[in-house]
T-cell receptor
Framework: GAVVSQHPSRVICKSGTSVKIECRSL??????MFWYRQFPKKSLMLMATSNEGSKATYEQGVEKDKFLINHASLTLSTLTVTSAHPEDSSFYIC???????????????FGQGTRLTVV | QKEVEQDPGPLSVPEGAIVSLNCTYSNSAFQYFMWYRQYSRKGPELLMY????GNKEDGRFTAQVDKSSKYISLFIRDSQPSDSATYLCAMSEGGGNKLTFGTGTQLKVEL
């Protein structure tokens, strides 16, 4: 299957600082990437949909000024958590949808996730 | 009521058992149904993908969709300890729409 690389896998930062998470599709191009947040024993909650070359679409309740998304190329999207607070601590996961939709329109491949801890 | 309901478990079975995992949903517009496997502290991995109603088999895994009952299932035959993970169902209305996930069922296959 297609590979999505997410970096870093773990990060600890101080409250008030910003953290950038990268999501790269390694062997395919993706016009659409998704950013999710997952709490322990909870479902994946979609935060935003990132489209290459245009502004991200944020889900209701997600602060776009706090969670900055940039999708500069067909293989890279970044999520920046600005002015992080302890309540932002969570598992963040990206997914990428290939241009080549061999399995249909909704196939998406996930990164390995980033565990963010804000202290 | 959540759009997608999934029993969080944990579900513990002996090695070799047949495992049945299920999700129910309320949105009749869902047409694409997926099962993901997620190991601890890792991203989800796509296991099965089904469009509309019917069955799909891939090795030890069988996915079933019953749209009339708004019920989907994943069966794992001859379960192995390496199958121990959280299994997430996900569904979409299609056409590039977003995925809606269940909470995931934690499965443990014991020796």
């Amino acid at each position: 299957g297609a590979v999505v690389s997410q970096h870093p896998s773990r990060v600890i930062c101080k409250s008030g600082t910003s953290v950038k998470i990268e999501c790269r599709s390694l062997d395919f191009q993706a016009t659409t990437m998704f950013w999710y947040r997952q709490f322990p024993k909870k479902s994946l909650m979609l935060m935003a949909t990132s489209n290459e070359g245009s502004k991200a679409t944020y889900e209701q309740g997600v602060e776009k000024d706090k969670f900055l998304i940039n999708h500069a190329s067909l293989t890279l999207s970044t999520l920046t958590v600005t002015s992080a607070h302890p309540e932002d601590s969570s598992f963040y996961i990206c997914s990428a949808r290939p241009l080549d939709r061999r399995h249909g329109d909704t196939e998406a491949f996930f990164g390995q996730g980033t565990r963010l801890t804000v202290v | 009521q959540k759009e997608v309901e999934q029993d969080p478990g944990p579900l513990s079975v002996p090695e070799g058992a047949i495992v049945s995992l299920n999700c129910t949903y309320s949105n009749s517009a869902f047409q694409y149904f997926m099962w993901y496997r997620q190991y601890s502290r890792k991203g989800p991995e796509l296991l099965m993908y089904t469009y509309s109603s019917g069955n799909k088999e891939d090795g030890r895994f069988t996915a079933q969709v019953d749209k009339s009952s708004k019920y989907i299932s994943l069966f794992i035959r001859d379960s192995q300890p390496s199958d121990s993970a959280t299994y997430l169902c996900a569904m979409s209305e299609g056409g590039g729409n977003k995925l809606t996930f269940g909470t995931g069922t934690q499965l443990k296959v014991e020796l």
